[in-house]
């Protein structure tokens, strides 16, 4: 069957018109995989990363698989969870549920921490089909006794590698006691680790795989370029690039919440609108600043690479490495948040003597060497000698969170936590119906 059209997947008329609505009319290659796999009522492990379409490949046939079945006559059960690490992500998963089923008569909500709980308790007494949360706060509604997870038809784990990197295993593990064992489990991960398999092999069941963009492989449709910069001079560097480059919408990455509040400070005594988002920050804070950077408020966002796990804006056409990630694959992530959906974006790293080799592990992974271009007025001065660059606590694996521990070239230290791994123990009633995720099935192209 041909995927080269969302007529030809198998979506009702009303999911197909809110598709059309939004301007879309060929599917991504996650999507094309996907959407029919799901249909199917198949398992899926899914292998996407940051900008591929992955949220609509699992939500289309979710809405699709939901409202093909008979509503409820009065409360309506949750049917359908989708778990999510971060409260951004959370919202980006809510707002692609509602603009996909708009038209038809399901109802969904989204609930996460630090924000009051009692107008998600007033939601859920109303009635949803679908939730999408984070762990924490969807333990806080069960130990409330505000939610009944007890006929869940889908489970969705969305960047079930960042869940294992924040340590979100023990959530996670009372929330599938709390599921019924005959249900559909879609996960999704951006990297395949020992880790993330072994947790597949307990939760999905004969799963297919679907999976696209090679791991590490950054998009062809972003330019990528080194700007060789003393340290001290960073932000002023950055303000010069704004201002003299015109940019309009900017995301910059810095390595610590300290760091990204001064830069923050800095660009606006520039003249630069800007604003920081990172785990200090109340969650009004960082749902402002997002809808403020979206809708052209704000020209900056500074963000660390948690806070900005999840965010999903379109076109975005700059991204700048404040500083590079002590984790080579957290590069991948930030750069994949431009030049998505075939538009193309730049992707600038602002680098001191201090990181040449971060820049040296970054390019071994990628397995090119980045372009580098001096700024006229800012050549790095020769006689500086490297200061070291403090690894995150919890060793070096990659895709983890980045400890604000570590040395920045603007900001004072802050402080960081280890990441939590996966186990294999298997939730209850479901050590003998799993099958094993070793041997998935691939999907016929």
Same mark, same amino acid.
């Given at each position: ?10 979506l ?10 939004r ?10 995989q996907?959407?029919?796999v ?24 979710l809405?699709?698989?939901l409202?093909g ?6 409360q309506?059960? +949750?049917?359908?969870?989708?778990? %999510? &690490?971060? !409260?951004? *992500? ?6 692609? @549920? /509602?603009?996909?089923?708009k ?6 909500t989204?609930?996460?921490g ?5 107008p ?7 009635? +949803?089909?679908?939730?999408?949360? %984070? &762990?924490? !706060?969807? *333990? ?6 505000? @939610? /009944?997870?007890?006929?869940?038809e889908?489970?969705?784990?969305d ?6 990197d924040?340590?979100?295993i023990?959530d ?9 064992s ?9 990297t ?5 398999k ?21 998009s ?5 370029l080194i ?17 003299s ?28 609108t800007s604003?920081?988002?990172?785990g200090?920050k109340?969650?009004n804070?960082r749902?402002q ?10 020209r900056?966002l ?6 900005a796990r999840?965010?999903d804006?379109d ?11 002590s984790?080579p694959e957290?590069y ?14 730049e ?12 820049l ?7 397995k090119?060497k ?7 007025g800012?050549?790095p ?11 995150r ?9 980045p ?10 230290k ?23 995720s ?8």
């Open positions: 069957m041909s995927t080269d059209t969302f007529d030809s997947l198998g009702s008329a009303e999911i197909l018109r809110a598709v059309a609505d301007g879309y009319t060929k599917p991504t290659p996650i999507q094309a996907a959407i029919p799901v249909l199917e009522g198949h398992d899926i492990m899914g292998g996407a990363q940051t900008g591929t379409g992955k949220t609509a490949g699992f939500t289309l046939p809405l699709e698989r409202s079945k008979k509503l409820y006559r009065g309506r059960p +949750v049917r359908a969870l989708i778990l %999510t &690490p971060t !409260r951004e *992500l959370a919202a980006q998963v809510g707002e692609s @549920i /509602d603009t996909y089923g038209h038809l008569h399901l109802k969904s989204v609930i996460f630090g924000v009051s709980i009692n998600q308790i007033m939601k859920l007494k109303k009635g +949803v089909d679908i939730v999408v949360s %984070t &762990p924490g !706060r969807l *333990l806080d509604h069960v130990n409330q006794k505000t @939610i /009944d997870l007890s006929q869940v889908i489970l969705v784990l960047e079930a590698d960042r869940m294992l924040m340590g979100f023990h996670v593990r009372k929330i599938l006691k709390l599921l019924p005959k249900r559909q489990n879609l996960l999704f991960s951006a395949f680790s020992n880790e993330i072994k947790f597949a092999d307990s939760l999905l069941n004969s799963p297919v795989l679907v999976e696209v963009a090679r791991r590490n492989t950054a062809e449709q972003v330019e990528q700007h060789p910069v003393d340290r001290v001079n960073k932000s002023k560097l950055l303000s010069h690039l704004i201002i480059e015109r940019w309009k919408q900017v995301l910059v990455f810095t390595r610590t919440k300290h760091g990204a509040n001064r830069l923050s400070q800095h660009l606006e005594k520039d003249g630069i604003a920081a988002i990172h200090n109340s969650q804070a749902t600043a997002l809808a403020n950077f979206k809708n052209g408020n704000v900056v500074v963000a660390t690479d948690i806070a999840g965010l804006i076109q975005l056409p700059h991204v700048v490495n404040f500083e590079l990630p984790v957290d991948v992530h930030r750069i994949g948040r431009t030049g998505r959906a075939g538009c193309e974006g992707a600038m790293s602002l680098v001191c003597i201090d990181e040449h080799k971060l040296k592990d970054i390019e071994r992974l990628i090119r980045l372009p580098q271009k001096v700024i006229p800012f050549e001065n020769p006689s500086i000698k490297a200061e070291p660059i403090q690894k606590r919890g060793g070096g694996r990659p895709g983890g969170k400890s604000d521990s570590s040395k920045s070239s603007y900001p004072k802050g402080s960081g936590s280890r990441g939590k791994n996966f186990s294999s123990k298997p939730g209850k009633g479901q050590s003998n119906r799993r099958g094993s070793q041997g998935f099935r691939r999907r016929a192209k």
